[in-house]
């Protein structure tokens, strides 16, 4: 089992920033791709970001790019996905996954094997 733990949501004003990081503990493997999604108040969770093991690939949703940027530190099997600018459209549920079965990242949440317990990110205007 692997077990994915997020944390650095918060309360922010719009324009304002914050860094979500998601640590995996358990039985990790080396090479694995890493997701962030989002759920908003009665709207389907929705692809943000991902990147490979290596980090040489990212993948970005149009409604974040730009502005987020994510990394990952493998030594200590953590993610992080740094958010600026920030809208109240971003207001939702962020979720980290893990996928330990493709080489690409992908955007769809039935590609990824474990989830997060999400942490709330609330955007005020």
């Known amino acids: 089992q692997v077990q994915l733990v997020e944390s650095g949501g918060g309360l922010v004003q719009a324009g304002g920033s914050l860094r979500l990081s998601c640590a995996a503990s358990?039985?990790?493997?080396?090479?694995?791709?890493m997701g962030w999604f989002r759920q908003a108040p009665g709207k389907e969770r929705e692809f943000v970001a991902a990147?490979?093991?290596?980090?040489?690939?990212?993948l970005y949703a149009d409604s974040v790019k730009g502005r987020s940027t994510i990394s990952g530190d493998n030594a200590k099997n953590t993610v992080f996905l740094q958010m600026n600018s920030l809208k109240p459209e971003d207001t939702a549920v962020y979720y980290c996954?893990?996928?330990?079965?493709?080489?690409?990242?992908?955007?769809?949440?039935?590609?990824?094997?474990?989830w997060g317990q999400g942490t709330q990110v609330t955007v005020s205007s």
């Open positions: 996954a893990a996928d330990y079965h493709n080489v690409i990242p992908r955007t769809a949440y039935s590609e990824y094997d474990y």
């Open positions: 358990g039985r990790t493997y080396s090479r694995y791709i």
């Open positions: 990147i490979s093991w290596s980090g040489a690939r990212t």
